[in-house]
T-cell receptor
Framework: DAKTTQPPSMDCAEGRAANLPCNHS???????VYWYRQIHSQGPQYIIH???NNETNEMASLIITEDRKSSTLILPHATLRDTAVYYC????????????FGTGTRLTIIP | EAGVAQSPRYKIIEKRQSVAFWCNPI?????LYWYQQILGQGPKLLIQ????????DSQLPKDRFSAERLKGVDSTLKIQPAKLEDSAVYLC?????????????FGPGTRLTVL
């Protein structure tokens, strides 16, 4: 019952921008787009979330299309430490709803 | 700020044995989660506590898994008896009760191997 679709893997050269796509064509009006990542042998780590406006923080930028059916996570200057599995998750913010992880995108940063 | 602590980090047991995992969430976080992550898959929520009450345990195999959160702080997850398919990483996470921001903070996990 995955609500998001992500490519299974991607490569990116070190120092370049990494653009990770996510499709969520059945997104509801009250659902936010969340991104987490999981570095090998660690627990997942929150990156960013947004509703309909583009968002930026110290880690990444999130671009959400106007129809909200897809989004892109951008790591502006990828480093080797950004090698991880990236999960795109839909979540409404009515109470403590549960995160439903798919299989994510395995991003490998190439030196 | 100290993160979510879990112990042990690794555990190897034989099938039909029992095992327990411990989690200490970030101080002041009201919500605590236990996830199971099988190799190659994303984490799956097993149980969610709000303070010391259970909010969601719909995916917890209650015939063998149990969890408690005494005094709304630390939590333990137990498996009794273990099966081969329980081999996985067990992750604990916590979050502050602060809406609409719903960031969860994860611990490093406990890797369980059932032989």
């Amino acid at each position: 019952d995955a609500k998001t679709t992500q490519p299974p893997s991607m490569d990116c050269a070190e120092g370049r921008a990494a653009n990770l796509p996510c499709n969520h064509s059945t997104i509801s009006g009250n659902e936010y787009v969340y991104w987490y990542r999981q570095i090998h042998s660690q627990g997942p780590q929150y990156i960013i979330h947004g509703l309909k406006n583009n968002e930026t923080n110290e880690m990444a930028s999130l671009i959400i299309t106007e129809d909200r059916k897809s989004s892109t996570l951008i790591l502006p200057h990828a480093t080797l430490r950004d090698t991880a599995v990236y999960y795109c998750i839909l979540l409404s913010n009515f109470g403590n709803e549960k995160l439903t992880f798919g299989t994510g995108t395995r991003l490998t940063i190439i030196p | 700020e100290a993160g979510v602590a879990q112990s042990p980090r690794y555990k190897i047991i034989e099938k039909r044995q029992s095992v327990a995992f411990w989690c200490n969430p970030i101080s002041g976080h009201a919500t605590l989660y236990w996830y199971q992550q099988i190799l190659g898959q994303g984490p799956k929520l097993l149980i969610q506590f709000q303070n010391n009450g259970v909010v969601d345990d719909s995916q917890l195999p209650k015939d063998r898994f149990s969890a408690e959160r005494l005094k709304g702080v630390d939590s333990t997850l137990k498996i009794q008896p273990a099966k081969l398919e329980d081999s996985a990483v067990y992750l604990c996470a916590s979050s502050p009760r602060r809406e609409p921001y719903n960031e969860q903070f994860f611990g490093p996990g406990t890797r369980l191997t059932v032989l």
